[in-house]
């Protein structure tokens, strides 16, 4: 069966829309077995419609329920098999749950935005939306590199004992100026970094200037991905640029950490970020 019904100009995300989804680099834990492994493997992960579950109860589309906001997931991924030494280097799962992590704000279902495909998505995670931890396909390429080799062989032996806090959080000036003009926010896909200061209720308007994100977040590469244990290629790692990514200011705001009050856009501004 294919989508007759349409949010935005995307095909509703439904059980027997027969949609697929494919995560092209997605790391796991592989042979060969300790002494000489586990090695760090990239894997094709994919996911189908087909496995769709809590989706809408009261509404169907094309006579099968819809993928909904922070509540539907996919229940099973596939591709990973060949992971066996742990699985996947953060979710340490192979055949994990997937979940849309963009949906629509406009056409709802059930008081929830509906997913659609072309919508991003999440894979192998067995985390609910939004509290996942989980990487990107150009995320995870660049964490694959050379140089960050040795730190990724550390992933999942947790933090030596006082290591376990990861260091300050700042962005360099570098990476500031790396994002700048691109098209997107990598989390809302805002194309314009527009929103509102929460103190005065006045519009601000940042065009292409968005804020620079590390992805993965700097504490799961500390505490998930071998930075604890690596300390030197975590810095070398945080201060990369093709570690951040754009992010608009409201998304920003909404992560929490040392840079989330309600004047945070106004300082923002300030510092031309």
């Known amino acids: 069966m294919s989508c007759t019904v349409f949010a935005e100009g995307k ?20 042979p060969p077995p300790p002494p000489a492994g586990p090695l760090p493997v990239p894997y094709v992960n994919n996911m189908s419609a087909g496995d769709l579950t809590k989706g ?11 993928a909904l906001e922070n509540v539907s997931e996919v229940s099973t991924s596939s591709g990973n098999e060949a992971g066996t030494q742990g699985g996947g280097v953060v979710t340490h799962k ?9 949906w629509s ?5 059930e008081g929830k935005g509906v997913g659609r495909h072309g919508d991003l998505a ?24 050379p140089e960050f080799a040795a730190m990724l062989a550390d992933a999942g032996k947790g933090c030596p004992p006082g290591k376990e806090d990861p260091p300050e959080t700042k962005t360099t000036k570098k990476q500031r100026a790396h994002v700048r003009g691109r098209a997107v926010c990598w989390s809302c896909q805002k194309s314009i970094n527009t929103g509102f200061f929460k103190s005065s209720g006045r519009r601000y308007n940042r065009g292409k200037r968005w804020v620079a994100d590390h992805q993965p977040p700097q504490s799961v590469v500390w505490k998930e991905l071998g930075g604890c244990r690596n300390p030197a290629i975590f810095e070398k790692w945080k201060k990369d640029n093709k570690s ?30």
């Open 105 to 109: 704000f406009t056409v709802k279902v």
């Open 11 to 30: 095909g509703f995300f439904h059980k027997g829309s027969g949609g697929t989804g494919t995560a092209p680099v997605d790391v796991c834990l592989s």
């Open 122 to 145: 999440i894979q192998n995670c067995m985390s609910t939306p939004p509290n996942i931890i989980c990487t990107y396909v150009k995320v995870i390429e660049n964490m694959q590199r």
């Open 56 to 66: 809408s109860k009261s509404v169907k589309i094309d006579g099968n329920p819809t």
């Open 244 to 273: 951040v990514q754009p992010q608009c200011t409201a998304c920003s705001n909404t992560q929490g950490g040392s840079v989330s009050t309600a004047d945070t856009t106004e300082l923002l501004t300030k510092l031309g970020i």
């Open 94 to 102: 192979t055949k994990g749950k997937a979940s849309c992590t963009l």
